[in-house]
């Protein structure tokens, strides 16, 4: 009765640890743990069962022990885990499933006993090591999947050795099980083994098919053998077996056809969004676009949000960490309080076409970790192929502003209007003739801004109006090479809407020169303050020079 209490101690604390590792760390998937918290819970029960000297109830116990794991282990190498490769581990589990059976009927019969060993734990036992062990290659260094291997390990030892010494050392593989696997849950390595990653489909290679095929064959074959000499003895083994095969191999045909189906409409969808990007012929354009090959290639229920920002100004605070720090990585992370849900940014953002459109921007994605997960790289190219056309119509534009630039050099360079086209931060991109004689140079410097050519009393009126937005028209006084100064009437027009343009477009006159004694000027809600300012310039026009 005391060892029966002892068992279901150490059951009950496994499974207890188990459950609140998942509360505590609260891994991407918890129904892998759960199911292996109920497998503990059984194999303690079998064990309590064992020590009050029930067998037959307790075999029930260990293969329903058996079943959990097994359960648990496969929602652990489903497609988006960690073991996103599971096609070996099916491959290897259906040439084990025929090899134990080929075992079976030949070495062990219809005792069911090796030894004094019970084949059937010793065989699950085998099983349980080999997919342990395949997780801790496929997650590589990780405690919580060596603890899990541990606990294999302890399984497998304690059924070869328990029943051919039995007593208290010999069942210390067992203990190893509910500490190591408790222990597993508890650390946070075990958030790791759910994690979403991508999924990726294996090449073909005729030794694997090969071993496929021979795994399928098996259990036909034995059958044959038994068939020819007389007497099938072990039909429901080999049923058993056969069965088991056949369901790893339709699921294994299954993955295949359901990555391959995904990799066709992540074709299909990034062929269309190329060939709506490739016609877009503004931003407006690309951002329709790119939504709607999102919504052609996720789930309407897996996405949150989407942000299509093309300027790094756009962007959330939350957003901003990962730009302006060198070439950005082609996606990162943000971590969502919910961990089912996170949020992916792709950085629209070419290097060599850098120059082109510096503004930055990203695509934002705010939706299911597990769907972002396995689409991820094809959201990146997605991203990519925006920034692509967002640089071309860029380009497009910088060079119908250059033609245009061109076209009023080539028109007005006699002509004495002086104009100026100046960007939205006030820098100069094209100067009539005209204003370069009225200043008394022969050309502006690099980078020349309009704020850099006025009297610093005018400066702060000149901010103001062009910070707004609309036409108008402000009068203020140029510095000339030779330290003079010249009261101009600037008239502006906001053009940044513009295509061609982008920018304000700004013509001036020389005002002492401009107008006559009688002439009206325009723009009535100047003219209370400007004969003040006219007495003020020309006062300092006297006094100073």
């Known amino acids: 009765m005391l060892r029966a209490i002892e068992w279901a101690v150490l059951g009950i604390g496994s499974a207890a640890a188990i459950v609140y590792g998942v509360r505590r760390h609260r891994p991407a998937r918890a129904g892998p743990w759960l199911l292996l918290a109920g497998a503990i819970v059984a194999s303690a029960a079998g064990d309590v069962l064992t020590a009050l000297n029930r067998p037959g109830v307790a075999d029930i116990c260990f293969y329903a022990m058996f079943v959990l794991v097994a359960c648990g282990l496969l929602q652990l190498t489903r497609i988006g885990a960690i073991l996103v490769d599971r096609a ?27 030894g004094d060993n019970s084949g059937a734990y010793v065989i699950g036992a085998l099983l349980l090591l ?15 999947a060596a603890l899990l291997v541990i606990g294999a ?55 694997w098919a090969a071993l496929l095929g021979i795994s399928v064959a098996t259990p036909p074959v034995v059958l044959l053998i038994e068939a020819a000499h007389g007497t099938v003895g072990d039909g429901v083994v080999i049923a058993v077996a056969g069965a088991i095969t056949l369901l790893l191999t339709i699921t294994r045909l299954t993955d295949s056809v359901t990555l391959n189906g995904q990799a066709l409409t992540r074709e299909r969808g990034l062929r269309q969004a190329s060939a709506a990007l490739v016609v877009a012929a503004d931003e407006a354009a690309v951002d329709e676009a790119v939504r709607a ?58 290097e060599p ?90 050309d502006l410097p690099p980078l020349a801004t309009l704020d850099g050519l006025v009297h610093p009393d005018d400066r702060n009126q000149l901010r103001q109006a062009f910070r707004g937005s609309g036409d108008g028209v402000v009068f203020c006084s140029l510095l000339r090479a030779d330290g003079s100064q010249v009261l101009v009437e600037a008239t502006y027009r906001d053009l940044r809407e ?12 020389d005002f002492t020169q401009g107008h006559e004694p ?18 003020r310039r020309s006062s300092r026009h006297k006094f100073r020079y």
């Open 130 to 144: 080999a997919v342990v062990a395949r997780l801790l290659v496929a997650v590589g260094r990780n405690l919580s």
């Open 293 to 350: 090959a999102i919504a052609e290639l996720m789930p309407p229920d897996a996405i949150r949000s989407t942000d299509f920002a093309i300027d790094d100004h756009q962007l959330t605070l939350e957003a901003g960490p990962g730009l302006g720090t060198g070439p950005p990585p082609r996606s990162w992370w943000i971590e969502d309080a919910d961990r089912d849900y996170a949020t992916l940014v792709c950085p629209l953002w070419l």
């Open 88 to 114: 070996r581990l099916i491959d290897l589990l259906a040439l084990a499933c025929s090899t134990l059976l080929v075992v079976w009927v030949f070495l062990i019969g219809d005792a069911g006993q090796i």
């Open 353 to 442: 076409l850098g120059v082109a459109r510096p503004s930055g921007g990203a695509l934002i994605l705010v939706g299911r970790r597990d769907t972002l997960t396995a689409t991820r790289d094809t959201l990146e190219v997605l991203a990519g192929q925006a920034a692509l056309a967002l640089d071309r119509i860029s380009l497009v534009e910088a060079v119908g502003r250059r033609d245009s630039d061109l076209y009023l050099r080539a028109v007005i360079p006699n002509s004495a209007d002086m104009m100026v086209v100046i960007d939205e931060d006030q820098r100069i991109r094209y100067a009539s003739p005209s204003l370069r004689e009225l200043l008394g140079a022969d």
């Open 498 to 509: 513009d295509r061609l343009v982008q920018g304000f477009v700004v013509t001036m006159r």
């Open 518 to 535: 009688n002439e009206q000027l325009p723009h009535g809600h100047n003219l209370d303050e400007l004969p003040a300012r006219v007495n």
């Open 153 to 207: 390990v302890g399984v497998l030892v304690s059924d070869i050795v328990q029943p051919l010494w039995p007593g208290r050392l010999s069942e210390s593989g067992f203990v190893v099980l509910y500490l190591a696997w408790g222990a597993a849950a508890l650390h946070p390595s075990m958030v790791r083994l759910t994690e979403p990653a991508a999924p990726r489909a294996s090449p073909w290679r005729v030794r």
